[in-house]
């Protein structure tokens, strides 16, 4: 799960940037940076801190961004603590 969703929201913004045509958008100085999206993902909660400079890959990408840090946040705490619960 941890894997899935950092990795595999990774692969999905870069499959939307490459379909997304950004010329035709008025959008060519505000394309967005992948690398850019995931910190903001890790230190900012996913929100957009500039706007301007930097439109959103997605629609609703705050929230989508939450749900992944959310999940991302979980599953080390439940990988962790599963095994001792199942042996005892």
Do not use: Y
């Amino acid at each position: 799960m941890l894997l899935l969703s950092l990795f595999g929201f990774m692969d999905f913004l870069i499959i939307q940037k490459w379909l997304t045509d950004w010329r035709g958008n008025g959008l060519e100085s505000k394309a967005p940076s992948i690398v850019n999206v995931m910190i903001e993902l890790c230190l900012n909660m996913g929100n957009i801190q500039d706007p301007e400079r930097e439109s959103p890959i997605l629609d609703g990408q705050e929230w989508i961004c939450k749900i992944v840090l959310l999940i991302a946040m979980v599953t080390p705490p439940w990988m962790l603590f599963a095994k001792p619960f199942i042996l005892k």
